[in-house]
């Protein structure tokens, strides 16, 4: 039994108290809808469509696999798929039989992924041959010598490699017939048991482990209740299903209330606007350069889109003008999300909000939670004043993985987290990001938050996407640089967009001090505008230029 690193039995009795909290998990409600809704389709991918009581079955029979091959109670296995069918079903057996699941993102490589097993200990991983050309098995087993843990490797897909065990195989194989029906009640993982671990990007360093409790269904009841969701709702997981808002909703609201979910292995947006028509899809889960991608996209106007009434937007900011666009063009109303891998859900808005506060603004805390801005000094501002966010609640993860060290670190003795983004709380309580610690500017002594420069301009008629960041300079410190990818080969001048902000009212000290139009911004594998690429881009350009 692992317990959660952070918290203490009466403060997760509390979480139950409030219901913020069940004393039932995910696992819970996926064999509830098992018993209750056995025929209706549960989860869908371009290969397969399941019922509730088929992910039952296959669960079991996978989870007594795991058990059979060795696997103890409480050791972890690395689950790095991409969106499909098999996702969920792998999650519920590592639960049925107590052991941890990993979920790693699947464009980790086998730095990341040493890392991962070797930090875990986990005895095996469970990934595809291949997928969009990379061989997940070729990366294994090249580093598996220096993996002593590593015992079993398990493939997903009709074609498995010889010495590797199929996980098609082990479904296929009536193992239920010969353990009683309630086998599992001595090894599945409990509601306040750690059920899932999940990992930070680790852009600036190899990636922290996060733990997931299954019994934080509070969240799921708020989300239900702010995007208006029934049973007859069906779930486009657009964004990756092993991380962030995308997570919890496609393995947990959908199933509290029985709904399809829809997992969509690669985002392409003509694909997407397929099965948005044929499943009549009617919430996903995206991020803003997939927004992006569907409304640039020729034949966006071409596909039977009524059935889409809402989508959460998550993981980066989003572009107001972009989010406003994509509305007029398809109806679908765009909700703001705001989470980190600490706490995958912190605020949101909902559907029921006005335009401005849906896309302006982050929304409001999930039930429980709370927020507050601090200065550098850790005081709290007053309310509409810029600082650091901070949040506590019982949507937090339950610590980071066997790290004591940095637990105590990074919660304070109240279960503060400090969150690496600025904001500030408008009148009506909502969140307003400004921008990320790192991504400030400091120019002469005073902040420049990027994210206010780049939502002036993202409704400039020659400005297609824009991204700000801060240039070294001898004498300031910092300076300000604007990267513009143009929009229909328009190429705004430097005069342009400075007369542009000026007429916006802004402060002569935040005004951009050098334009470099792109084709296009560089992106993370989180799908995230990558400002550490464009810093390292500026800066080159201007030693070049003194040298």
């Not at 039932?24 to 209706?40: G, H, I, Q, T």
């Not at 353990?179 to 509601?191: A, D, E, L, V, W």
């Not at 949040?391 to 993860?397: D, K, M, N, T, Y």
């Amino acid at each position: 039994m692992v317990r959660p690193s952070i918290y203490t039995q009466e403060e997760m009795d509390n979480f139950i108290v409030h219901r913020y909290w069940d004393r039932a998990n995910s696992l819970d409600v996926w064999e509830r809808n098992a018993e209750k809704y056995p025929n209706d389709e549960a989860v869908v991918d371009s290969k397969s469509r399941l019922t509730w009581s088929e992910v039952k079955r296959l669960s079991n029979r996978i989870a007594i696999s795991f058990l059979e091959l060795g696997i103890e109670k409480d050791q972890i296995l690395v689950i790095q798929l991409p969106n499909c069918a098999e996702l969920p079903v792998l999650r519920l057996a590592c639960e049925k039989a107590g052991i941890i699941p990993l979920l790693a993102g699947r464009a980790l490589r086998s730095v990341e992924i040493k890392s991962l097993i070797r930090q875990s200990l986990a005895v095996g991983v469970i990934i595809p041959w291949q997928f969009r050309k990379f061989d997940y098995i070729s990366m294994i087993e090249e580093i598996q010598t220096d993996l002593p843990s590593l015992k079993h490797i398990f493939v997903v897909g009709d074609k498995v490699p010889k010495g590797k065990i199929s996980i098609k195989e082990l479904t296929q194989q009536p193992l239920e017939s010969k353990y009683p029906p309630n086998f599992f009640s001595k090894t599945r993982i409990g509601p306040t048991e750690i059920c899932s671990i999940v990992h930070t990007s680790g852009t600036t360093g190899m990636p922290k482990l996060i733990e997931r409790v299954g019994a934080r269904t509070g969240a799921s009841r708020d989300a239900i209740q702010k995007y208006n969701l029934t049973r007859e709702d069906v779930f486009g997981a657009f964004s990756p299903a092993v991380t962030g808002s995308c997570e919890v909703h496609s393995y947990l609201t959908m199933p509290f209330l029985g709904a399809k979910c829809i997992m969509v292995e690669h985002f392409d947006a003509e694909e997407a606007f397929k099965l948005i028509e044929r499943e009549r899809i009617t919430i996903a889960s995206v991020v803003p350069a997939q927004l992006t991608m569907m409304l640039d996209h020729p034949n966006l106007d071409k596909y039977d889109l009524s059935s889409w009434k809402s989508a959460f937007s998550h993981a980066s900011p989003l572009s107001y003008p972009t989010a406003v666009r994509f509305e007029e063009r398809t109806g679908c109303r765009i909700m703001n999300v705001y989470g980190t891998m600490e706490v995958s859900g912190i605020s949101t808005t909902s559907v029921f909000d006005p335009r401005d506060v849906r896309l302006l603004t982050v929304g409001k805390p999930y039930l429980g939670n709370e927020i507050k801005i601090v200065d550098d000094s850790g005081r709290e501002v007053e309310q509409g004043e810029v600082g650091q966010i901070m949040i506590r609640g019982p949507f937090a993860s339950a610590g980071y993985y066997k790290a004591p060290e940095l637990n105590e670190k990074v919660w304070t003795d109240e279960k503060w987290l400090k969150i690496d983004d600025y904001g500030k709380l408008d009148a009506e309580g909502n969140l307003i990001i400004i921008g990320r610690t790192d991504d400030v500017i400091l120019r002469g002594g005073q902040n420049i938050y990027p994210a206010e420069i780049e939502t002036l301009l993202a409704d400039h008629p020659k400005i297609e996407r824009v991204a700000v960041v801060g240039m070294p300079d001898r004498i300031m410190g910092q300076k300000c640089c604007v990267f513009i990818v143009p929009r229909h080969g328009e190429i705004p001048t430097f005069d342009e967009i400075v007369s542009s902000l000026k007429n916006k009212g802004i402060a002569p000290y935040k005004l951009p001090e050098k334009l470099k139009i792109i084709d296009e911004l560089p992106y993370t594998k989180e799908q995230k505008i990558d400002k550490k690429a464009l810093r390292v881009r500026i800066a080159q350009e201007l030693e070049g230029e003194v040298k």
